[in-house]
C-alpha cells in the first residue's frame, strides 16, 4: 500500500516552454501533497506543500509563478513548470502524506526534467 | 544556511562489517528525525526514524542513534549487504510539519 506515482518520469522540453508533472496517490488519499527538487548529488529542497483545495504554500526563494502547483484532488497533485529554462533542470520529486505529519510522507519515483 | 548536514559525500564498506552514516544538525527546534534511502532515478523510500525524546531506535538491521546534546544522529546497518549499495538521506522536521534533508551519503558495499 501507499504508492505514489508520478507522470512523466522523464521529459526533455525546449527553452520557454510550459511541463506540467503530475503526482497520484494510487491507493489512499493524500490531504497533503508536497513537491521537492533534487539537484545532481544534494539534497532534496522542499519546494511547497499543497493541501487538497487550496492554495499552495511556497518555501522561500521558489517563484510560485513560475512553479504552478495545483492540487484539485485527494489524489492528485500537479507542478506546472512554466516558461523552462536548462537552470529548471532537475530531479523533482513529489510525496503524499494522509496528514501532516512526516513519518507518514510517502514518496513517488520522480520526474527527470532536461531543459534544451 | 544548511540546517542538516552530511558530511562524508560517499562510503565503502565490505560485506557483512557495519556501515556508519552520520548526520549533523544545527536547529534545535527539530524533534523528529527520518532516514531514506534512494535508488538512482527513484524517489526516496523510507527507512527508519526516531523522536527527540528517545536515543535509540532499531529496526531489524537497521538502527539509529540520537545524541541531542550533539545534534548529531547516526544510522548504523549491521551486517551490510550488497543490496544495501544507494544514497542514504537524514532528514529532520520540527514542528512545521517540513521535512529538511541532508545532501546524502553515498554507500557502496562491496561483496
Known amino acids: 500500500g501507499a504508492v505514489v506515482s508520478q507522470h512523466p518520469s522523464w521529459v526533455i522540453c525546449k527553452s520557454g516552454t510550459s511541463v506540467k508533472i503530475e503526482c497520484r496517490s494510487l491507493d489512499f488519499q493524500a490531504t497533503t501533497m508536497f513537491w521537492y527538487r533534487q539537484f545532481p548529488k544534494q539534497s532534496l529542497m522542499l519546494m511547497a506543500t499543497?493541501?487538497?483545495?487550496?492554495?499552495?504554500?511556497?518555501e522561500q526563494g521558489v517563484e510560485k509563478d513560475k512553479f504552478l502547483i495545483n492540487h484539485a484532488s485527494l489524489t492528485l497533485s500537479t507542478l506546472t513548470v512554466t516558461s523552462a529554462h536548462p537552470e529548471d533542470s532537475s530531479f523533482y520529486i513529489c510525496s503524499a502524506s494522509t496528514d501532516a505529519s512526516t513519518d507518514t510522507q510517502y514518496f513517488g519515483p520522480g520526474t527527470r526534467l532536461t531543459v534544451l | 544556511d544548511q540546517q542538516v548536514k552530511q558530511n562524508s559525500p560517499s562510503l565503502s564498506v565490505q560485506e557483512g562489517r557495519i556501515s556508519i552514516l552520520n548526520c549533523d544538525y544545527t536547529?534545535?527546534?527539530?524533534?523528529?528525525f527520518l532516514w531514506y534511502k534512494k535508488y538512482p532515478a527513484e524517489g526516496p523510500t523510507f527507512l527508519i526514524s526516531i523522536s527527540s525524546i528517545k536515543d535509540k531506535n532499531e529496526d531489524g538491521r537497521f538502527t539509529v542513534f540520537l545524541n541531542k546534546s550533539a545534534k548529531h544522529l547516526s544510522l548504523h546497518i549491521v551486517p551490510s549487504q550488497p543490496g544495501d549499495s544507494a544514497v542514504y538521506f537524514c532528514a529532520a522536521s520540527g514542528n512545521t510539519g517540513k521535512l529538511i534533508f541532508g545532501q546524502g551519503t553515498t554507500l557502496q558495499v562491496k561483496p
Open positions: 499543497s493541501n487538497e483545495g487550496s492554495k499552495a504554500t511556497y
Open positions: 536547529n534545535s527546534m527539530f524533534d523528529y
